[in-house]
């Protein structure tokens, strides 16, 4: 209980929040979890990209992150260019007026120090920059928590996100791969520490469905992604996204041919043009689609799946968390990273050059060492459970000290 002399503290959290993407916002229910556990007395909202969402999902207020409502619109005409110039400017104070109201400020997860899909410097970089740069100008903790960083090519991109890193006062990743990157971009990682992406501290659910051990192959859930590439792809980002998609097709298209039901995945509102495209190509009722609304719905599919294949790196998460063995179409290090930490490597497969026949051969493969692969996802599960323990207790202790020394005095009697 917060003493009667001493008001509550004022935490924000930012990023696309609330935009549709079931990985950003699973990241924020992990973090509102740990403050509603430990930190009841703080008072919480959010500056982020779907303020209606957010505030109706998880029960806080929040507010726009961009003044232009049309940031993410493609701006060809005079008027859109100019509202978007504008939005830049207003942007500087409207971000820097709500960092100034708050004690701390936590940007939950995410990927917002990489560029592994299509990304402007003047979109979510420059955002991010403003939010650390107010923080450091006005006193406000700024903490990076959990997030995922990679090597980024664009130099204008680049700068800002190691400025950005360089003004947070708190900083911790998802992965090792992602501290060595911001180590390459000249920012100093020695007090960083890498702990289990924040969707680990989420609740599992129940175990449904039949024993998968001693069951015949059952359901594989498939997720997909609207894949183009990444930032550096974008001269060829239609042939890759036609290769990922036919290559995807056909595999489950042979899945159904072996009589498999197969359950189709998403992680964000954009892909749902991919499942539709696969529907109408694998005419098939053993064929159907998910309406995922967050990671909890995601788990609840794929705890009853005999096996995952999926691509967004969220999708791996939740199929890992629940313990089913997966498969992962790996566009980015940080999949790859997941997995082995997870102790499956070698079930990766790149979604750039989907070899559906290939991909077939990784499948089946996985599926022998179905009940080895689930003894090794329960063991490593339970050491992310207490590695992200202690990355809630570093966090109080950076970020929450009068709180954490309440909380070692309570201990001490």
Avoid at 221 to 235: K, L, S, Y
Avoid at 373 to 393: I, K, M, P, S
Wanted: aromatic content about 6%; overall charge neutral.
């Amino acid at each position: 209980m917060t003493p009667a002399n001493r008001t509550p503290v004022r935490v924000g959290v930012f990023g696309l929040l609330g935009s549709g993407n079931l990985g950003n916002d699973g990241s924020l229910e992990a973090v509102l979890g740990y403050l509603r556990a430990e930190h009841p007395d703080a008072v919480v909202d959010a500056l982020c990209g779907g303020p209606e969402a957010v505030t109706t999902r998880f029960g806080i207020p929040a507010t726009r992150l961009h003044w232009n409502r049309g940031e993410y619109r493609t701006a060809s005409r005079a008027a859109s260019i100019a509202a978007k110039g504008l939005g830049k400017l207003v942007d500087v104070f409207r971000t820097a007026a709500w960092v100034r109201r708050h004690d701390v400020a936590i940007v939950p997860g995410m990927g917002v120090l990489e560029a592994t899909l299509p990304l402007r410097p003047w979109g979510f970089p420059y955002s991010l920059f403003l939010l650390c740069a107010s923080g450091r100008l006005f006193g406000t903790r700024v903490a990076l928590v959990g997030v995922g960083a990679a090597p980024i090519g664009n130099r204008p991109t680049r700068a800002l996100v190691r400025w950005s890193a360089r003004l947070a006062g708190y900083r911790s990743y998802r992965d090792g791969l992602s501290r060595d990157a911001m180590r390459a971009m000249g920012v100093d990682t020695a007090r960083d520490e890498v702990y289990p992406d924040l969707a680990f501290a989420l609740p599992a659910p129940p175990a449904s469905g039949p024993d998968k051990l001693s069951a015949p192959p059952g359901p594989v859930c498939v997720g997909v992604m609207d894949f183009h590439g990444g930032d550096d792809d974008r001269a060829r980002a239609e042939e890759i996204h036609r290769r990922y998609l036919d290559g995807t097709t056909r595999f489950v298209r042979a899945l159904v041919e072996d009589g498999r039901p197969v359950r189709l995945l998403t992680g964000d509102e954009c892909d749902r043009q991919v499942v539709d495209a696969i529907l109408d190509a694998v005419d098939s009722p053993l064929v159907t689609a998910a309406e995922a609304a967050s990671l909890a719905d995601l788990m609840k599919e794929m705890a009853a799946a005999h096996t995952v294949v999926a691509t967004r790196y969220h999708n791996l998460v939740c199929a890992l968390k629940v313990g089913t063995p997966t498969l992962a179409l790996s566009y980015a290090a940080k999949s790859d990273a997941l997995m082995d930490r997870m102790g499956l490597a070698v079930y990766c497969h790149p979604a750039r050059e989907v070899d559906a026949d290939r991909l077939l051969e990784q499948f089946r493969a996985l599926e022998e060492r179905s009940a080895e692969l689930r003894r090794t996802l329960a063991e490593r599960n339970l050491v992310a459970a207490r590695q992200l323990e202690d990355q809630f207790t570093a966090l109080t202790a950076a970020l929450f000290p009068a709180a954490d020394h309440a909380h070692t005095l309570r201990e001490a009697r």
